[in-house]
């Protein structure tokens, strides 16, 4: 993960201070990555220490390792890194054993699980079906509205709502996982590694990372990050079964 990747996946330990700091190196980036910690504790008016304490905040073993990491990345900023290894790179990074585990255990425990995901998100959902269905598990995926507003209705807490959304801003998908939150069903998204709408609505979020690309009017976003969360999803699901 890059610099400000870390700020949002570690936002939760920040603090003001921690959030000034961060600042500043966001706007003096080519200048932070070769100054010493006193010279930028210096312009921070604070200690070296408060500094260190931010790096290993973010996951950085210390200040030498975040300065020279944020001085690859903007390197790799200039060159012409192939963008697929990027992306797949920075997917495995973002997978959180734990959670993945922790989320297996809950689909393993609900009743009837729901998948549900639009446009190409659809193939997804249907290949999580199959891969449950490998074990005997009840799992559905449904595509047209009144089906699944009839099948959440009749959903309770002992099952769970699965939701696929790239931006995390699809209304029907938005629709639907309000729906089960006020059905009080247990609901997990996965979507790109961003601030959106759904990561805020459901109980849990896995994240990929592949951003909205676009040609010549086509969408050309790259789906194989989902496909390596869900296998991955997939491979501790069936090791407890």
Known sequence: MNFEERVHMFEYKLNDTDDQIIEYILQHKNDFIHHSIQTSAAALYTVPNTITRLSKKLGYDSFSHMKNSMKDELQAAQSEEHLSFAFIKK????LDTELLEKLAWK????????????????????????????????????????ELMHMLKSMTKQDALFT???????????????????????????????????????????????PKRLKNGYNITDKTPVMIVLQALSEQYWSIN
């Open 91 to 94: 997917t495995y990074d973002l």
């Open 107 to 146: 689909l393993v425990s609900a009743k009837t699980i729901l998948f549900y995901g639009a446009g190409d998100s659809a193939d997804f959902c249907e290949m999580m079906v199959r891969n449950l269905r490998v074990v005997g598990k009840s799992s559905v995926y449904l595509s047209h509205r009144h």
């Open 164 to 210: 696929i959304s790239l931006s995390g801003e699809t209304p029907l998908v938005l629709e639907i996982a309000q729906l089960a939150i006020e059905q009080n069903i247990q609901t997990i998204s996965l979507t790109h590694f961003s601030h959106n709408s759904l990561q805020k609505l459901t109980d849990y979020n896995l994240y990929c990372y592949s």
